[in-house]
């Protein structure tokens, strides 16, 4: 069966510095959607893409926060500096087409910032 | 812009047991309702959707829920569950006019033999 792969799992960085995490959909998924999920909580959206290009980043902080998916297939979420409030876990999902389609979940990257 | 709320963040129960989740949501127009199960270390997998039709649905690993638009609630049901079934559970919810999964803070299922 066909999965979303994210890399790395794990990442310790400290504050100031950049990290930046993988995501490969399951091919022929058009959308592409990063959250962040804090301990405790629900995943939260972060970025949306349809195909390579954004339709909803309005949850992203875009000062230290960017995302891209140039070829309309694999995507790269980048901190840059990371701060200590941005330890939490970041999920990569997709789905084929539109809303109601099913989201398929990656593992995660598990970040915490020293 | 639709929201959710699960009213139970913990829920221990004993092998073989039922459990049932509760979820309820707010919003003002037609919603599509989801619930999904997150193991240790690992990503969410769909366990079933509402999006039209009957308000019973039946989802994986015997799960099943009922969307009652009256009471704006979706709760969640399994009637015996397995040691294999403790996880984080989360209701999530979106609409015609949001499209965006907005997803409840999760409820921990222990279950103990």
């Known amino acids: 069966e066909a999965e979303v792969a994210q890399s790395p799992r794990y990442k310790i960085t400290e504050k100031s510095q950049a990290v930046a995490f993988w995501c490969d959909p399951i091919?022929?998924?058009?959308?592409l959607y990063w959250y962040r999920q804090i301990l405790g909580q629900g995943p939260e959206l972060l970025v949306q893409?349809?195909?390579?290009?954004?339709?909803?980043d309005s949850q992203l902080p875009k000062d230290r926060f960017s995302a891209e998916r140039l070829k309309g297939v694999d995507s790269t979420l980048k901190i840059q500096p990371a701060e200590l409030g941005d330890s939490a876990m970041y999920l990569c999902a997709s789905s084929l087409y539109s809303y109601t389609d099913t989201q398929y979940f990656g593992p995660g990257t598990r970040l915490t910032v020293l | 812009a639709q929201s959710v709320t699960q009213l139970d963040s913990q829920v221990p129960v004993f092998e073989e047991a039922p459990v049932e989740l509760r979820c309820n949501y707010s919003?003002?127009?037609?919603?599509?309702l989801f619930w999904y199960v997150q193991y240790p270390n690992q990503g969410l997998q769909l366990l079933l959707k509402?999006?039209?039709?009957?308000?019973l649905v039946k989802g994986i690993n015997g799960f099943e829920a009922e969307f009652n638009k009256s009471q704006t609630s979706f709760h969640l049901r399994k009637p015996s569950v397995h040691i294999s079934d403790t996880a984080e559970y989360f209701c999530?919810?979106?609409?015609?006019?949001?499209?965006?999964?907005?997803f409840g803070a999760g409820t921990t299922v222990t279950v103990r033999a």
């Open positions: 091919s022929g998924h058009a959308t």
């Open positions: 919003s003002s127009v037609s919603v599509y």
């Open positions: 509402y999006l039209s039709g009957s308000t």
């Open positions: 999530a919810v979106s609409s015609s006019n949001d499209y965006k999964l907005s």
């Open positions: 893409f349809q195909d390579e290009s954004v339709v909803d």
